[in-house]
């Protein structure tokens, strides 16, 4: 009997054995598989652009340089009916990849514009990209901006040039691309706001969210004075009736006789804040706006009013110092107060002219202009590096770190203030 016990025990052993040591044959010729397979994807990792994160894989990997780089113009398209934007897209010349960037961010161009006197004058300018990131080219949509009529005021000397001198073929120097207004990754609902030209930003905005976040909530509400001023109007539609989870509103403020509510557009007068609160459930939104500096601060305030929490309210950085928030009463008071305290002075060297600084002008550039002192200046974002000053002493403050890096030194007025007194160089 014992016997008989000891070989049955025995038995089972060895069958457990068995199926241990196939299951474990079995798992490992899975775990060889996975490794190779896992061996032949491209690597995956984060390349740090300036303050951004960028995934990027394998060859595709590239970071932003650093100055200026040639690129060439593969493309020309107007997108609108009265030809007034028109679509540049942008390769590099030296073939290599591109870095990615955050939707909603800007290029800031270098270039050479011809003179009546028959030279050229060199000026910097910075535009929206107009698209989601894509790994062989750039795209930047720009308007015409001609000279108002009745007003000594002349026509845009850059967008001009683009209209009218740069074509399929030309070559542009280019900064890589920057901007601290762009949209976050969450599954936060998005409420995109623009007027005019403003429309660009918010286009790489929606197309990135469509192709990467197809389900989050996105509305649109896009202001344009007439039919014919509507900047990619059936790409627009098209992606409304593709997407059940977003929403196009488009407003016309000053329709053309032809213009009807339901064909070409859904509602009739400005974009304004009793639009938003009469069609937007309540819900915690991102709001991002761009526009005329006029329609940036009624929207700005009148989402102040209705309760947004200031983090959730995004404005493109054309001048969001001329914005006036409803927050800032108090700490403006403030620095006056602590501005009277130290005593701070300007000293603008070359302009002769001893300040006392007034925090009410945001910035030393403001502050500089109002003061009758010129001073050249372009983005006026801390983008592009025009209004870069010597300090011949003294020491400024920034709110936030500026997308161009000043020579040691120096500063770029438009984003700074006075820490102590200062002299500058101009």
């Not at 901007?179 to 623009?194: E, N, T």
């Not at 009793?274 to 500096?293: E, S, V």
């Not at 009277?340 to 002769?352: H, M, R, W």
Request: proline fraction near 7%.
């Amino acid at each position: 009997m014992v016997i008989l016990t000891m070989t049955s025990l025995s038995l089972l052993f060895w069958i457990a054995s068995g199926i241990v040591l196939q299951l474990a044959i079995y798992l490992g010729f899975v775990f060889w598989r996975k490794w190779m397979d896992y061996q032949t994807l491209p690597i995956c990792r984060v390349v740090k652009v300036g303050q951004t994160e960028l995934s990027s894989a394998g060859d595709n990997i590239a970071t932003a340089w650093s100055g200026f780089r040639t690129f060439k113009v593969s493309r020309k398209a107007f997108e609108d009916d009265i030809q007034s934007v028109c679509s540049f897209y942008l390769i590099p010349e030296d073939g290599q990849p591109l870095p990615s960037f955050l939707p909603g961010q800007f290029l800031t161009f270098r270039l050479d514009v011809p003179t009546k006197t028959g030279g050229t004058e060199q000026i910097i300018r910075y535009y929206s990209l107009s698209d989601a990131p894509h790994l062989d080219c750039y795209r930047v949509s720009i308007k015409r901006v001609k000279q108002p009529v009745g007003i000594d005021v002349p026509p845009g000397c850059s967008s001009n040039y683009f209209h009218d001198q740069i074509a399929v073929g030309s070559l542009l120097q280019v900064r890589a691309p920057s901007g601290h207004f762009y949209i976050d990754k969450s599954d936060a609902p998005v409420v995109l706001i623009c007027g005019g030209i403003g429309i660009t930003p918010m286009l790489s905005m929606l197309n990135w969210c469509l192709i990467n976040q197809p389900q989050r909530e996105i509305w649109l509400f896009y202001g344009a004075r007439n039919s014919q001023e509507l900047v990619m109007k059936s790409h627009l539609e098209t992606l409304a009736s593709a997407h059940t989870n977003f929403h196009l509103w488009v407003c016309i403020s000053n329709p053309l006789p032809e213009d009807t509510v339901r064909r070409d557009c859904r509602h009739q007068g400005r974009v304004d804040i009793n639009l938003l609160r009469t069609q937007l459930p309540l819900k915690p939104y991102q709001f991002y706006i761009c526009g005329p500096a006029t329609m940036m601060e009624t929207i700005v305030l009148g989402l102040d009013d209705w309760g947004v929490p200031d983090a959730h309210i995004h404005f493109e950085a054309f001048g969001p110092a001329t914005i006036k928030r409803h927050n800032t009463t108090v700490s403006v008071a403030a620095a006056r107060a602590e501005a009277a305290d130290t005593g701070i002075i300007v000293n603008f060297a070359l302009s002769e002219k001893q300040l006392p600084w007034q925090p009410s002008a945001n910035n030393l550039l403001e502050f500089a202009e109002a003061n009758g002192i010129s001073v050249n200046s372009g983005c006026r974002a801390g983008g592009c590096g025009t209004c870069q000053t010597t300090i011949r002493s003294g020491e400024v403050a920034y709110r936030q770190p500026p997308d161009f890096d000043p020579e040691p030194s120096t500063c770029l007025l438009c984003v700074c203030t006075p820490k102590t007194n200062l002299t500058l160089e101009v």
